[in-house]
């Protein structure tokens, strides 16, 4: 028993320190979007695979590293992230990735001007010897802007982890020192079903109809952040009688997914979230799905309820009844 006691608490004391491994990459500074969001910029619609940091419409703000490691690449006129840069974490297997600047360090720069003359016009890619230019934790390694497709000045700030079967890339607030202080909401706005629109109060449970061997749901949801920021919320689950059928949780995507935000219903943007309860992909953000055992059962006046669930480990709770139409 005392084994077994030791191993949970060191196993504890691995989380509290893996969960606060990187520094904030810019100071003074909040969220205005989150891991996982649907995009449809540039030629296809994809996932927003890291965090943004505000600048508040300003250019030129320190870009921080987030912690001690390697310059492992870098990108300049990326149509999609423009100039970014790679720094790899080899201890932690990590790689951190900061996008839309303005330029570089005049550390990085040194290594960066001539070929960026001569390719001026063109996507650039380098790649830097392993382990030979070291950055230092807190160290100032670019200064931000609004390159790519960025619409207004900002940092884009992405984890990765490098695997040899694919990469896989994880929500950063689940690394960085952020605390966020600004009031929160998790809202429910609408059950789509059979092209049909069903308004969700909180305090009731709403009916929903739906036709064919189970309910093809599809919700609205979105988390408000004090007066100006929307985000997506992390966790979306539903249960059916007590039971969980479906759930989505966007903590980590894999890059080959990257162009496949197909979790996402139609009608979605930026800023507008309409999420599939259901999927016909194993997608990385589908943690649960359990429709098998309901396919062809009857769910009328089943009971169910549909759980939202933020970073910070708020919930909110909506209660639904199923009608089955002929």
Known sequence: MRKIFILIINFLFLINIFASVFNLPIKDSYITSSFGEYRNTGNNPHFHMGIDFSTFNRENIDVLTAAEGYLEKVWINDPVYGNTIFI??????????????????????????????????KRIEIIFPEKELKINKGEVIAYSGSTGEAMAPHLHFEVWEMKENGNIIRDALEYIEYKETREKNLELLSIRSNNKYFDIKKD??????????????????????????????????????????????????????????????????????????????????????????????????SVGKIELEDFWGNKEIYNIRFNKLY
């Open 88 to 121: 790899k974490h080899p201890d932690l297997g990590l790689t951190t990735v900061y996008a839309h600047l303005n330029s570089f360090s005049k550390k990085i720069t040194g290594f960066t001007e001539q070929i960026n003359e001569e390719f001026s016009t």
């Open 204 to 301: 009731e449970i709403s009916t929903i109809e739906y036709s064919g061997d189970y309910p093809n749901l599809e919700i609205r949801v979105r988390e408000k952040i004090g007066n100006n920021t929307t985000i997506l919320p992390k966790k979306m689950s539903l249960y059916i009688d007590n039971r969980i059928v479906y759930k989505l949780n966007f903590a980590q995507i894999k890059e080959e997914e990257a162009y496949n935000p197909s979790v996402f219903g139609y009608g979605s943007t930026a800023t507008v979230y309409w999420l599939k309860l259901y999927s016909k992909e194993a997608l990385t953000p589908i943690e649960i799905d359990n429709w098998g055992q309901f396919i062809g059962k009857n769910l009328n006046n």
